[in-house]
């Protein structure tokens, strides 16, 4: 196949130079020996390597393109139902208070931060004069904030009472990773990453809530405790606060890179 040479060449020019670069890195020799048995795994070592020792830089450059606020409409709402006047065979009348919260801004979305380069892999290295490139990282956002509104009401014996409201706040902190995908394209004798796309993915085990407020003044409704509102605020559709954080990430990710150069 006349396309077979240069690639076979491509690759090999590219095995000496990722070699040669990492030597220059001072990566340790156990690692290169290891990499330089499969050619992907040499180019993947070298990704990762110019990742984290990016890492700083790239994560300044995220908090300058994530915006602090994101707007975002999520909401929740919790009932509690006691007996409020037992009767000697049942009750006589039941009450319920009913709880909702709403958060309209999301803060501090701009302190996400890539924690940790874990590895990369070569999609596709058989395209001349490209490789593509797949490269799985550690990401944490330790302090979201979330503002808005709570309202509470009382339904006794089938009548409701007025409805109460005031603030409330969230503080959570998120953990996921991501796959940013790639690829490495010869540029002025070099090689040099770009990046195309990010995907990030948060489990519900790696959203944890710190700290939750709801400001309703004293307001206490047959014992009910902040339970309560703890209830309404994990209720909370956690995804939609993720979704927004993660639509946000895949532009600004791929943006801090490119304010970097990342060649070999």
Not at 179 to 184: E, I, V
Request: include cysteine; charged fraction near 20%.
């Amino acid at each position: 196949a006349p396309d077979a040479a240069p690639s076979s060449v491509a690759s090999a020019a590219v095995r000496d130079r990722a070699e040669a670069w990492l030597r220059e890195q001072g990566v340790p020799r156990i690692a290169r020996v290891a990499a330089d048995e499969d050619p992907n795994a040499l180019v993947g070592l070298v990704v990762v390597t110019m990742l984290r020792k990016h890492q700083d830089t790239v994560n300044n450059h995220i908090q300058d393109s994530i915006p602090d606020v994101i707007p975002v409409v999520y909401s929740s709402s919790n009932n509690d139902t006691k007996c409020c006047i037992p009767s000697f065979w049942s009750c006589w009348c039941h009450c319920t208070a009913y709880g909702h919260t709403e958060f309209t801004n999301l803060t501090n979305a701009s302190h996400l931060l890539i924690t940790e380069v874990v590895n990369a892999s070569v999609t596709d290295g058989k395209t001349y004069g490209r490789i593509g490139l797949s490269i799985f990282v550690n990401l944490t956002a330790p302090d979201l904030y979330g503002t808005g509104v709570a309202r509470g009401s009382l339904e006794a014996c089938g009548k409701q009472s007025p409805s109460i409201s005031g603030g409330a706040s969230i503080k959570v902190a998120v953990q996921g990773t991501a796959r940013l995908d790639g690829r490495l394209l010869a540029e002025g004798g070099k090689m040099c990453f770009h990046c195309d796309s990010v995907r990030l993915s948060v489990p519900a085990s790696g959203v944890r809530f710190l700290r939750n407020e709801i400001r309703l003044g004293g307001w206490k409704i047959f014992d009910l405790t902040s339970s309560f509102w703890d209830r309404a605020v994990h209720n909370l559709p956690v995804q939609r606060v993720v979704d927004r954080l993660t639509a946000a990430a895949d532009t600004a990710i791929p943006a801090a890179l490119s304010k970097e150069q990342m060649c070999f």
